[in-house]
């Protein structure tokens, strides 16, 4: 199977004193990293930027991004092409203390930073984001039903990210997206644990979600041609009407006085009704039914913050963190780490455990910032930072639609509920990973989105529900 490749723009390299705000560590997160190098950005070369006779076509079968210089034209045409799914294996490392490592692919690390452009995560220029609402690849044929909603409290699933993915071996993934929805109760979270073990998996209770979107270069959506990412980009039409409270989901109830306002749960009408709607319902609606993925603004104050992911390769990264440690410039200090990280050591369940965070803890200590490590291929696995917990291959069931095996594509740190603002409390939201699994031939179905898999290790494992 040909790798995926994430297609997202690099950030800004700087010095840990730039505008990006440190990030305190939550439970898991490492927060002690030497100084980032300062580079040069990177511009994306999109699929259908490459034409047939482009000496860089065969290197589609993996990621392609283009370095250039600071001062060159950002509509210029990429002249080298990098591999970014690298199959060489590192066979140097001892066996065992590496049994329950990532496998040594180069690994595409995500950042979050604000948009610069408010058009800068719309559909049509086909982003890779953290919280607001998605922006659906297939507009119209959303995911609806029980496919919303949390299984365990039943109430609608909140945006966690989404990540722009294409294949290069299959032309109906010429566009692909997965997103990925969790439910913001820890309580539903923990009750998740237990359910994910469950076999067959369709009988699970889950309260994270993901689904993967992909289309062909022709389609109904979207232009052929590259987005041009000047704030001119339109798609070819309008897509379905939104909730107007989450701007998530499809709003296929309508409020039965103004005929205007679109809900995709009673909950959620009701609460729109007790903020806003109460009073606005009584203006006239010349506009009803007309709402649209385009023009809905969401009035839900409860969603996360909107960031756009932007990528760097984890290579570039590669360098000695302990002789840095106790540099000046780092994020946060030894000794602000020692209080959280022996009290989850305490937590841990054995030899194995502790060896697991060590190299969990070691492994991201290089990037700190990161909220996301993107490496799809069959022979990746996880950063796991525990080894109890972890599911074999027995556990990650078979993609539902074709029946092939399902791989590892990504995982999600919980450096991302920092920038989400999400407090520190014993019962806020919080993981160790959140890793998905999609489909191995990312498979075609008569249905606009698949639902993958998700396995989610919590930060202790004393607080699973037993």
């Known amino acids: 199977m040909n790798g995926g490749r994430i297609i997202t723009k690099q950030r800004q390299g700087g010095d840990c004193g730039n505008s990006v705000s440190p990030s305190p560590p939550r439970r898991h997160a490492v927060a002690t990293a030497p100084s980032r190098r300062r580079r040069h950005p990177q511009v994306i070369k999109m699929p259908m930027e490459i034409g047939e006779n482009d000496d860089s076509v065969e290197m589609l079968r993996n990621t392609h991004i283009s370095s250039y210089d600071d001062d060159r034209d950002d509509d210029a045409d990429p002249e080298e092409v990098e591999d970014l799914m690298n199959d060489d294996d590192d066979d140097d490392d001892d066996d065992d203390d590496n049994e329950d490592d990532e496998v040594q692919k180069l690994v595409t690390l995500g950042f979050v930073e604000k948009p610069k452009n408010k058009w800068s995560l719309l559909r049509q220029l086909f982003p890779s984001k953290a919280g607001g609402v998605p922006a659906w690849l297939d507009p119209n044929n959303l995911p609806s039903g029980r496919s919303c909603l949390c299984d365990i409290c039943r109430q609608p699933l909140q945006f966690l990210l989404q990540v722009y993915a294409p294949t290069s071996d299959r032309e109906s993934s010429f566009h692909r997206t997965l997103y990925l929805f969790t439910c913001p109760s820890m309580s539903c979270l923990l009750r998740d644990q237990h359910e994910q073990w469950k076999r067959p998996a369709v009988n699970a209770s889950r309260s994270v979600k993901v689904f993967r979107c992909q289309l062909p270069r022709d389609n109904p959506f979207y232009s052929s041609k590259p987005p041009r990412h000047d704030g001119s980009d339109k798609p070819l039409g309008s897509g379905a009407p939104l909730c107007n409270w989450c701007g998530t989901w499809k709003g296929d109830k309508v409020c039965g006085r103004c005929r205007d306002a679109r809900y995709c749960s009673e909950k959620h009408q009701a609460m729109h009704w007790r903020t806003s709607h109460k009073v606005t319902c009584q203006i006239s609606s010349r506009n009803a039914g007309n709402s649209s993925a385009e023009d809905q603004k969401p009035t839900s104050r409860s969603l996360w913050p909107e960031h756009e992911i932007v990528n760097e390769n984890e290579a570039e990264y590669d360098v000695d963190v302990s002789a840095d440690l106790d540099n000046?410039?780092?994020?946060?200090?030894?000794?602000?780490?020692?209080?959280?990280?022996?009290?989850?050591?305490?937590?841990?369940?054995?030899?194995?455990?502790?060896?697991?965070?060590?190299?969990?803890?070691?492994?991201?200590?290089?990037?700190?910032?990161?909220?996301?490590?993107?490496?799809?291929?069959?022979?990746?696995?996880?950063?796991?930072?525990?080894?109890s917990g972890q599911p074999s291959t027995a556990d990650i069931p078979n993609c539902s639609y074709c029946g092939k095996p399902r791989c590892f594509e990504f995982q999600v740190l919980p450096q991302l509920l920092y920038y989400f603002g999400v407090k520190n409390d014993a019962d806020s939201l919080d993981w160790a990973t959140i890793v998905v699994y999609s489909c191995e031939a990312s498979c075609d179905a008569a249905m606009g989105y698949k639902e993958e898999f998700a396995w989610v290790q919590v930060s202790s494992p004393s607080q699973v529900v037993p």
């Open 328 to 387: 000046t410039n780092c994020l946060v200090s030894r000794n602000q780490m020692d209080d959280s990280i022996n009290s989850l050591i305490d937590s841990f369940q054995g030899d194995s455990d502790r060896r697991s965070w060590g190299n969990f803890q070691e492994r991201i200590a290089r990037a700190p910032e990161q909220i996301l490590r993107y490496c799809r291929n069959v022979c990746s696995r996880p950063l796991w930072p525990m080894s």
